[in-house]
């Protein structure tokens, strides 16, 4: 139940913060306008701040996001490339894997194309390409491990964690001032981010982990699998992701419900090629980057993850060279 409700908090605020439109992601690729990144810095901030307060009261310590080798390029080649292919898919579907629930949630069309294309990619990805990433890796001899910002900088944790909270005010703030907002919303963007932070607040004092949501479909492909061989040829996966993911699309749904007008139309639909084929590949980049834009952006960014910054580094930016080339 607590990993329920702090699905559905997560979806509530998603909802409130405009996220069911996928107009919203496609606009910040192309640099129409700031409202995801600003919800985006607002959250992890809001994260970062959170987790130093429970952990210090001792509610809960975390361990920073390890990084994703794949064995071919350097220790951080499941970051780049899986951050490039989730960015590219992003820029198709104008979704990502914890945004297509929220849309879902309202009823927009183009949030159940991307999902079934979003578990078609856990499906490949558990049946064929995680496979073929551990025989690399084993032939190379790459290990995943942890490294941190403040390791980087060497600077302690604290001193690194404020250099964070400046860069996102300046940044919210910059975009704020000299920027255009979203049309239509009823929320501005870092306020939604407020939002997105708080929900995961609840994440860790319910069930002392943070949000995340890629793993869900890699789960799902995992079920797939299981079912396919026969359900008593082999222990059953877990579903706790799925349970998440779940409540993250039931919480969009109820909040629409209370409050009617939060969405506002129109909504950008997207062709369902478009949409399944990109969510397929979100699915794909982000289950070999190890998380995706709640996994390793609001959560592991704000535990100062150094494979995090990587992976939404190449995630920004191939998503806008897709966006602004094709779309």
Same mark, same amino acid.
């Given at each position: 139940?607590?990993? +329920? =409700?702090?699905?559905? &908090?997560?979806? %509530?605020?998603?909802?409130?913060?405009?996220?069911?439109?996928?107009?919203?992601?496609?606009?910040?690729?192309?640099?129409?306008?700031?409202?995801?990144?600003?919800? +985006? =810095?607002?959250?992890? &901030?809001?994260? %970062?701040?959170?987790?130093?307060?429970?952990e210090k009261l001792g509610v809960v310590s975390l361990t920073p996001r390890s990084n994703s080798p794949l064995g071919v390029l350097s220790k951080y080649d499941g970051n780049i490339i899986g951050g490039s292919l989730l960015g590219a898919g992003m820029a198709l579907s104008g979704s990502c894997p914890g945004t297509m629930l929220a849309q879902m949630g309202a009823g927009v069309t183009t949030g159940f194309y991307v999902f079934q294309g979003a578990v078609l990619g856990g499906i490949l990805y558990t049946g064929f390409i995680a496979r073929a990433v551990k025989a690399s890796n084993d032939k190379a001899g790459t290990k995943a491990d942890v490294s941190t910002l403040n390791e980087a900088l060497g600077l302690s944790r604290t001193a690194t964690a404020a250099l964070l909270e400046m860069a996102c005010a300046a940044a919210i703030i910059g975009t704020v001032v000299y920027t255009s907002p979203a049309p239509g919303l009823k929320i501005p963007g870092w306020q939604g981010g407020l939002l997105i932070g708080c929900a995961q607040l609840f994440s860790m004092l319910t069930r002392r982990s943070m949000m995340g949501v890629s793993g869900s479909y890699e789960e799902a492909g995992k079920h797939f699998w299981w079912l396919l061989g026969g359900a008593g040829s082999a222990s059953q996966p877990g579903y706790a992701n799925m349970v998440f993911a779940g409540g993250v699309a039931a919480g969009a749904w109820a909040l629409g419900?209370?409050?009617?007008?939060?969405?506002?139309?129109?909504?950008?639909?997207?062709s369902p090629a478009l949409a399944i084929s990109g969510g397929a590949l979100m699915i794909i980049g982000s289950r070999l980057a190890g998380g995706c834009t709640s996994g390793h952006g609001i959560s592991g960014m704000s535990l100062l993850s150094t494979s995090s910054v990587i992976t939404i580094m190449s995630m920004f930016g191939a998503g806008s060279a897709v966006a602004l080339s094709f779309l």
């Open positions: 139940m607590a990993t +329920f =409700l702090s699905g559905a &908090a997560f979806g %509530a605020a998603m909802l409130a913060a405009g996220f069911y439109n996928p107009a919203i992601v496609l606009a910040q690729l192309k640099f129409e306008n700031s409202h995801m990144i600003q919800a +985006f =810095l607002a959250a992890t &901030a809001t994260s %970062a701040v959170a987790y130093t307060v429970v419900r209370l409050v009617p007008g939060i969405v506002v139309g129109p909504v950008k639909e997207l």
